[in-house]
């Protein structure tokens, strides 16, 4: 009864409002891992995520935070991931956390490998997300990133910009669409 009554205190004083990301480095899997095909670019998938009515307020169709992080933290390990793919070379692996398999990076394969035809090494720094947004069963959130790179001929090269991530949570949808992926990017060179 009194964690009952504690939870719906927190729910009610909008409890657990903030999310730290870590900047943690995730290794890419091994050569063994992706040729006998357990690379899994699906690391963390919620199975559910709570559901507003359609009969209640903005206010409160908006999923409290602390049911969020969760979630929050598994898109930010995409962003850890697709650089993690970078840095070991595996350009296919990056390439297919974007949307669509790739689509959404508006480049072919061979064009976005080619882009880091000259980098030596990368490595990303992540920002504290904003708000996880909502719209006709989808998930949005965005992340702020700063970027580090090393060419081939040892200049240092830095970014930043953000990550706009995207899942579907809508009934039906296959483990692919609720997997969190890469919709957008704005990244500059500072």
Known sequence: ??????????????????????????????PVEEQAGKANLNPVTPSATPQASATS?????????HFEDADVEAAADIIRQYYAAIDA???????EFWSGK????????????????????????????????????????????????????????????EYVLRRSVVDGATAEQRAWRIYSAKINEI
């Open 1 to 30: 009864m009194r964690i009952y009554i504690l939870t719906i205190l927190l729910l009610a004083s909008g409890g657990c409002t903030t999310t730290q990301v870590s900047n943690k480095t995730v290794a890419a899997p091994s």
């Open 57 to 65: 307020s903005p206010a409160a169709s908006q999923t409290p935070r």
């Open 89 to 95: 070379r595996n350009y296919r692996r990056a390439y």
């Open 102 to 161: 790739g689509d959404a990076s508006k480049k072919t394969f061979d064009e976005f490998r080619n882009g880091f035809a000259q980098t030596r090494s990368v490595r990303v720094d992540i920002g504290e997300p904003g708000d996880m947004e909502g719209a006709a069963g989808s998930r949005y959130v965005t992340f702020p990133v700063t970027v580090h790179a090393a060419t081939k001929d040892g200049k240092e090269q830095n970014f930043k910009g």
